[in-house]
């Protein structure tokens, strides 16, 4: 959802309470399990007794990153990751420029990276040995995406499965990836 991404972005981004940011203003070196564990307002407030300042934090932003920055996300019905999703959702604001990162499953490393230069934007995916995925690529027609400077309908390891909702989604066989996205 648009404008969830759209909150997450700014809660990652902002340094005003509350967001992800906030502690760090205030000396944090590590995850506080609460947001409001500390604030200039209420000092450390009324939460002291169930407040820790080292903690998996409720709400934690890095899956979040994982999931939809990024858009590494297991598929429900193929556990451990023979066959997964890769939805990457850059940053509506803009603010945010590139994202990369990776996800170690049984398998064998998964990448998913993304940078927008000038208006294009640039995705570059592993897709580890004997595994696939699912790829939904937000654009408004597979005739506006390039994969390794060629036309996206040239690749024999790409089948285009649909276009909706703004996207277009694709499985993807085992190997490198590298899409640009130009709709200017």
């Known amino acids: 959802n648009a404008k969830a991404d759209q ?12 967001s992800w940011l906030y502690p760090v203003v205030h000396g944090a070196t590590t995850i506080w399990e609460r947001l409001d564990g500390y604030t200039v307002e209420k000092g450390f407030g009324g939460h002291n007794g169930m407040n820790s300042f ?30 997964f999703i890769l939805q990457p959702e850059h940053d509506p604001t803009g603010q945010m420029t590139w994202a990369k990162g990776h996800y170690d499953s049984m398998y064998g490393r998964i990448e998913s990276s993304w940078e927008i230069k000038e208006g294009v934007r640039n995705y570059r995916f592993w897709v580890p040995s ?18 390794g400077n060629r036309p996206l ?18 499985k993807l066989q085992s190997g490198e990836y590298q899409f640009i996205v130009n709709e200017e």
């Open 7 to 18: 909150e997450a972005y700014r809660l990652l981004q902002q340094t005003a309470y509350p």
């Open 54 to 83: 080292n903690h998996y934090s409720f709400g934690a932003i890095g899956s979040w990153m994982y999931n939809h920055s990024l858009g590494i996300e297991r598929d429900e019905d193929n556990p451990g990751f023979k066959h």
């Open 153 to 170: 309908e040239s690749s024999k390891d790409i089948q285009i499965v649909n276009e909706k909702d703004g996207k277009v989604i694709m």
């Open 130 to 147: 004997n595994t696939t995925a699912t790829l939904h690529l937000q654009a408004t027609g597979a005739n506006m995406i390039s994969e």
